[in-house]
């Protein structure tokens, strides 16, 4: 080899820019959700946790108008929270445990899991709504 250097740089690059894909790559999509379904979930908030690069909430709580259901805790996925504070005026504070809440939601495909992406929150007792769906909260007249 004439210019080891020069090799060893090309090597450089090469690894950075595998590196750079495998963790775009890590980023999930959302053909997880069955976006062509909503469920509705009503029950008691157990967390918020304000994270990037997903806001999540666990809700224990049964399937609205089906009887003889069980409770359970559900996980629901939202967008970051640069997102939902700009487009929704979501904050960290919004929903704290024991708030009781209905949430609508788009559920997993793999339905034996508890789950879905979130697409609007009511507070129980405030009736103040939430929606975690960027687009619906662009359409003239939403506040």
Not at 109 to 132: E, F, I, N, W
């Amino acid at each position: 080899m004439k210019h080891p250097a020069r090799t060893a740089g090309a090597f450089a690059v090469l690894c950075g820019v595998v590196a750079g894909i495998h963790s775009v790559a890590a980023h999930h999509s959302a053909s997880m959700f069955d976006h062509s379904k909503t469920m509705t979930i009503v029950g008691t908030a157990v967390e918020l946790r304000w994270t990037n690069p997903h806001v999540s909430l666990s809700v224990n709580g049964t399937v609205k108008d089906k009887a003889g259901d069980d409770s359970a805790l559900w996980l629901f996925e939202m967008t970051s929270p640069g997102n939902l504070t700009r487009a929704g005026g979501w904050s960290r504070g919004v929903v704290k445990a024991g708030d009781r809440v209905e949430v609508d939601m788009s559920p997993l495909r793999d339905s034996d899991k508890k789950g879905g992406a979130l697409k609007k929150l009511t507070m129980l007792d405030t009736g103040q709504v939430y929606t975690a769906n960027l687009r619906e909260q662009e359409k003239p007249g939403l506040e």
